[in-house]
């Protein structure tokens, strides 16, 4: 069955602190691959998309996602967190053809400590 | 940049009333999706349309359906509410085929007592 599995519920880290947050996927082929974070309040906002090419993807706000097709994971990235990326954080797969249906991880709930 | 706006905020309803969930997005998009948002559930699709007057089930239908009269405009309807569809319903929505960014409104926190 396709699947997102986000491992982490809940993550804390010190501001200044580098961030990592998992996203492992089952999918038949490919999917194209998304990261998105809400903030408290509000609805989801796009912070970076793989479909293809450099498997290193740049993003908003100083994060990046590294595509590892051997692992089927697409894991986010920042060097140093501040205590504004406080935030649900969701991972999702979209397929390369046919429906336009998403499929979302359960999310990982940041905390940051000042 | 592109708008998705939802009627409410927060809005709470009896157990067996209908219920109206309003999106209207600004951006000529094709695409508009219904979610819901529980925790530890992540987001569900609850339906989705590619076009005005067309719509497709998502993963969890029962309960609910849609309504696209215009393009800009996608209804959710709970026809008869319960306390299990007690959540946070997000609306999005995304350009034509190909175009699988999807643009995401602030949502609504239904309370149904």
């Known amino acids: 069955a396709q699947s997102v599995t986000q491992p982490d519920i809940h993550i804390t880290v010190s501001e200044g602190a580098s961030l990592e947050l998992r996203c492992n996927y089952s999918y038949g082929a490919t999917p194209y691959l998304f990261w998105y974070v809400q903030s408290p309040g509000q609805g989801l906002q796009l912070l970076l998309k793989y479909f293809s090419g450099d498997t290193l993807v740049q993003g908003i706000k100083g994060f990046e996602a590294e595509f590892k097709r051997s692992q089927s994971s697409f894991n986010l990235r920042k060097p140093s967190v501040h205590w504004s990326d406080a935030a649900e954080y969701f991972c999702?797969?979209?397929?390369?053809?046919?429906?336009?249906?998403?499929?979302f991880g359960t999310g990982t709930r940041l905390k940051v400590l000042a | 940049d592109v708008k998705v706006t939802q009627s409410s905020r927060y809005l709470v309803k009896r157990t067996g009333e209908k219920v109206f969930l309003e999106c209207v997005q600004d951006m000529d998009h094709e695409n508009m999706f219904w979610y819901r948002q529980d925790p530890g559930l992540g987001l569900r699709l609850i339906y989705f349309?590619?076009?005005?007057?067309?719509?497709e089930k998502g993963d969890i239908p029962e309960g609910y359906s849609v309504s696209r009269e215009k393009k800009e405009r996608f209804s959710l309807i709970l026809e008869s509410a319960s306390t299990n569809q007690t959540s946070m319903y997000l609306c999005a929505s995304s350009l034509g085929q190909g175009a699988l960014e999807q643009y995401f409104g602030p949502g609504t926190r239904l309370t149904v007592t």
């Open positions: 349309s590619y076009d005005v007057k067309m719509k």
């Open positions: 999702a797969v979209a397929p390369r053809s046919g429906t336009y249906k998403y499929i």
